[in-house]
C-alpha cells in the first residue's frame, strides 16, 4: 500500500465522456487515502475548458477521444497549464506503449484501483510543473502523425522521424540505432524489443535477433536468406524468421 504525505487536499477535475466511466473514477478518488477534491466534471471540450479555467486544478483526468473532438483541444486552449494531466485511454496496446514511451502518466480503461494509486503516488512524489506545454506538443503531434511518424527518446530528448526515413534499426546494448535515409544514424534509449513492438504492424520485418527493417527500403533478397537494403546494406535473415519472410513476399505478389 502506498503512503501519501501531503496534508493538503488536491483540486481535480474529470473530464470523461463515459458517464459510467466517469463515476467509476469519482468512486475511486473519493478513498480518503487519495486526498483528493473532485471541484467538477464534465464531458466536452468548451465545458472543460470552462471548468478549467474556472476551477484551477492541480489535476486534471482527462479522456483523450471526447463527443466532440480530441482532449488535446482543451489544452490548446488553456493559456496557463499549472496542472499536471493524467490520460484516461481505452487506447489498445499500441497506443499504450506510446503513452508510456513519452512518460505521460495514464490509465487504461476499466481502471485498475493499484493503477490509479500508483500514478496518483507518482504525481505526489513529483509534482511536476514545467515543460509541460512541449510534452503536449510532442504528444498530439505524433498522435495525429501515428501512422507516420514515431518519436525516438535519445538522451534529454525525442527526436521526431517519419517512419519513411527509417532503413533499420540495429541493437546496441540497451540501445537501438537506427539507420536513415539521407541523416546521420540516431542512438535511442530503449531496445530493440521496444521498438519491434511499436514497428511490427507498421512496415517493418525482424530479420534476426539484432536488426529490423523497413520492408519499404528492400532492394532485393537472396535465396530467402540475405535482405540487401537500398542504402546498400545486407541484412542476414535467421533461420527462425525464413518462414515469415517467405509470408511477406507472399503479400506481395
Do not use: W
Not at 466511466?21 to 473519493?30: E, F, G, Q
Not at 511518424?149 to 525525442?158: A, D, E, P
Not at 533499420?168 to 546521420?184: E, M, P, R, V
Amino acid at each position: 500500500m502506498f503512503e501519501f504525505t501531503s496534508i493538503f487536499m488536491i483540486n481535480v477535475v474529470i473530464i470523461e465522456n463515459d458517464t459510467d466511466a466517469s463515476n467509476y473514477l469519482s468512486k475511486l478518488l473519493k478513498n480518503p487515502i487519495f486526498q483528493i477534491n473532485i471541484v467538477g466534471s464534465t464531458k466536452s471540450i468548451k465545458e472543460g475548458i470552462a471548468l478549467i479555467s474556472s476551477s484551477s486544478p492541480e489535476l486534471v483526468f482527462l479522456d483523450i477521444h471526447l463527443d466532440d473532438g480530441l482532449g488535446f483541444e482543451i489544452l490548446d486552449n488553456i493559456h496557463s497549464k499549472n496542472f499536471e494531466v493524467i490520460f484516461v485511454t481505452a487506447y489498445d496496446t499500441y497506443y499504450e506503449k506510446a503513452i508510456e514511451h513519452f512518460a505521460f502518466n495514464y490509465l487504461l480503461k476499466p481502471i485498475d484501483p493499484l493503477m490509479l494509486e500508483k500514478v496518483i503516488n507518482r504525481y505526489q512524489q513529483v509534482k511536476s510543473r514545467h515543460s509541460l506545454q512541449s510534452k503536449y506538443d510532442h504528444f498530439r503531434e505524433f498522435i495525429k502523425e501515428s501512422n507516420s511518424k514515431i518519436l525516438l527518446h535519445t538522451g534529454q530528448h525525442y527526436k521526431s522521424i517519419y517512419l519513411d526515413d527509417i532503413i533499420s534499426c540495429t541493437a546496441d546494448g540497451n540501445y537501438t540505432s537506427f539507420t536513415l535515409k539521407d541523416h546521420k544514424p540516431i542512438l535511442a534509449n530503449n531496445i530493440l524489443k521496444h521498438y519491434d513492438k511499436l514497428l511490427s504492424n507498421r512496415g517493418f520485418f525482424r530479420a534476426n535477433r539484432s536488426c529490423l527493417i523497413n520492408i519499404s527500403h528492400i532492394e532485393s533478397i537472396f535465396r530467402k536468406e540475405t535482405i540487401i537494403l537500398d542504402n546498400g546494406d545486407k541484412v542476414q535473415v535467421s533461420g527462425s524468421n525464413r518462414e515469415q519472410l517467405s509470408l511477406l513476399l507472399d503479400s506481395f505478389k
